[in-house]
């Protein structure tokens, strides 16, 4: 194994942002399994979601949930879990934010629709899923999305509450995310990485791919950050020196496979990903 962990997004960063699919990047996804590097997906989306995409990855590895929201990790894979797939919770569950939400949209009238709102068709028309993969999407551990209808003075205020009620508000690729105050990527990343090294006994850099700001904390915590160029053509702005960040040309999925190859030629100057 290399002393290598990578932890990826997945919608605007691996997958494409509308096609959400990943073949550009199957000859680079075949040099990370034959090098042994843990490809950890660490995303927005739900457990179901991931399951399903993780199939398709042919990937084996731990994973995180909405935005930080739980770890899963399957069956022995560290020596203190041993059920088939353990979650490691990391934030309030679903029911404890719906009540909040509910409960502040009805005292003050906050102007957003959150998933748990909407029809399968609604949330598949919004997101471009198939109703099938829609019906996965709304299947929630410890977030919900919503579609802001307010102006930027109303988002404070909200955001305000929303503190005052232990929550935070992330802005997503195409939704904002209410979810626990301490919950994000980079908090479940150090977790897993303190697991690896517990399990290996080897100090290992974290890669981190993203594009959007819920990337943002785990990009900046990484030792080694891609920023993804969005579908708008434009890049988040990681706080980070200039060695440590690597920015695409291209957006997703090809500017995943851009980000990798240059990742690769850093660890060992590889450059045949066919």
Known sequence: MYP???FTDLDGTLLGHDSYSFAPSKGVLARIAAHKIPLILNSSKTLPEILDIRIALHNNDPFVVENGA?????????SDYT????????????????????????EHHFPFTGFSDLSLEAVSNLTGLALTKAAMAKQRTGSEPLLWQGGNAELALFEKALAENGLKLLKGGRFFH??????????????????YHR????????????????????????????????????????NKPDAEVI?????APEGWREAMEAIFKRIDGGTDYE
């Open 4 to 6: 290598y962990l990578i």
């Open 70 to 78: 739980a770890i899963y990790i399957p069956a022995n894979f560290f």
């Open 83 to 106: 059920s088939p797939l353990t979650q490691v919770r990391l934030g309030p569950d679903y029911d404890e934010i719906l009540a909040v939400l509910q409960r502040l949209k009805a």
């Open 178 to 195: 209410a979810q626990g105050q301490d919950t994000d990527k980079a908090k479940a990343m150090h977790q897993l990485i303190k697991l």
């Open 199 to 238: 399990k290996h006994d080897t100090d290992f850099t974290s890669i981190a791919l993203g594009d959007s700001q819920n990337d943002r904390a785990m990009l900046e915590q990484a030792d080694l950050a891609a920023v993804i160029r969005k579908k708008s053509g434009t890049s988040l702005a990681v």
């Open 247 to 251: 920015y695409t040309q291209h957006q």
